[in-house]
Nanobody, 119 residues
Framework: QVQLVESGGGLVQAGGSLRLSCAATGSIARIITMAWYRQAPGKQRDLVAVITGGGVTNYVDSVKGRFSISRDNAKVYLQMNSLKPEDTAVYYC???????????????WGQGTLVTVSS
């Protein structure tokens, strides 16, 4: 099993910054990808940014140039700058990893952290 613990959400004014953190623990042989998703009220959960084990990153167009994903071993971060009201959502961390015990790929999700951007 893999557990993810997120932190860093909160209320910020438009134009401000926040940094989200997510720590993965458990039976992990190798992390394949770490990613951040978000879900706004009444909408589906969408990918925001992803980073591979090799450090390759990818972002949804709406956050390019404003958000930055990074990783330090089994921790992943999302630096969010120039925040806009439309960035308001619950942000979820997702890890795809190879299980140490089963040697199978698994997906794990964090509990979510609320980011609210006021105008």
């Amino acid at each position: 099993q893999v557990q993810l613990v997120e932190s860093g959400g909160g209320l910020v004014q438009a134009g401000g910054s926040l940094r989200l953190s997510c720590a993965a623990t458990g039976s992990i042989a190798r992390i394949i990808t770490m990613a951040w998703y978000r879900q706004a009220p009444g909408k589906q959960r969408d990918l925001v940014a992803v980073i591979t084990g090799g450090g390759v990153t990818n972002y949804v167009d709406s956050v390019k140039g404003r958000f930055s994903i990074s990783r330090d071993n089994a921790k992943v971060y999302l630096q969010m700058n120039s925040l806009k009201p439309e960035d308001t959502a619950v942000y979820y961390c997702k890890v795809q990893a190879l299980s140490l015990t089963t040697q199978r790929l698994l997906d794990a999700w964090g509990q979510g952290t609320l980011v609210t951007v006021s105008s």
